[in-house]
């Protein structure tokens, strides 16, 4: 029984990603709370997000993943707090007219 809980769960949870992508084209509220769902679920990504960005910025690899640990518990609070105004808020365009407070959108897009 609990292992067709984790496997319901693990599948939601891929279902919620990829909802960010269907409605990628034309934002509304279901890309907002797709997005929203997701940025909570995968806040944790931004550690390894920000691994390249921190050896390009450090002299060395400790000072790297010192700067790493930092900016990925920044950046992992913020895209928790972004995700969960995102879920809270999705049935009002709200002033960016449901486009995302974070970009990239998802730990799963790339920057422009």
Known sequence: MIRNKKIICLTLAVLLAL???VYAAN??????????VTNIVTCFGEYIYQI???VEQTPDYFSAAVVDVVRGTGFTIFRA????YDVLTFPFPGANNYESIIKPDTVF???P
């Open 19 to 21: 909802s960010t992508q």
């Open 27 to 36: 934002p509304g509220p279901l890309t907002k709370i797709g997005r929203g």
């Open 52 to 54: 390249p960005r921190s």
């Open 81 to 84: 707090v972004t995700g969960v």
């Open 109 to 111: 897009d790339k920057l």
